[in-house]
Nanobody, 120 residues
Framework: QVQLKESGGDFVQPGGSLRLSCVASGNFVKVDAWAWYRQRLGEQREPVAGILATGSPYVVDSMKGRFTISQNNAENTVYLSADTLKPEDTAVYYC??????????????WGQGTQVTVSS
């Protein structure tokens, strides 16, 4: 029904920046909320940022000032801008979308992830 596709992950030097994108496609009424997560090697998945379709972006405290979440509702796309990247930011970054369906149901979907590697 709904597919999420992340893109923008890359190999980047420390201090560099990336902009990750995630596009939702399929049959649904709207995306109600987005979130970004990441999973570092050998670690559990952790939240990075979230945003409602109506706004109200949120970034976890440890990443405030370096990560910014934004969206384009018309294109069903969410972005994660990552600045001054550090080696510890190396992870697979996943987006998720909480989606309203035509029958009134809602569900959360996940993308396959995009790899961010920060290294000299």
């Amino acid at each position: 029904q709904v597919q999420l596709k992340e893109s923008g992950g890359d190999f980047v030097q420390p201090g560099g920046s990336l902009r990750l994108s995630c596009v939702a496609s399929g049959n649904f009424v709207k995306v109600d909320a987005w979130a970004w997560y990441r999973q570092r090697l050998g670690e559990q998945r952790e939240p990075v940022a979230g945003i409602l379709a109506t706004g109200s972006p949120y970034v976890v405290d440890s990443m405030k000032g370096r990560f910014t979440i934004s969206q384009n509702n018309a294109e069903n796309t969410v972005y994660l801008s990552a600045d001054t990247l550090k080696p510890e930011d190396t992870a697979v970054y996943y987006c998720s979308a909480h989606v309203s369906d035509f029958d009134g149901r809602s569900n959360t979907y996940w993308g396959q992830g995009t790899q961010v590697t920060v290294s000299s």
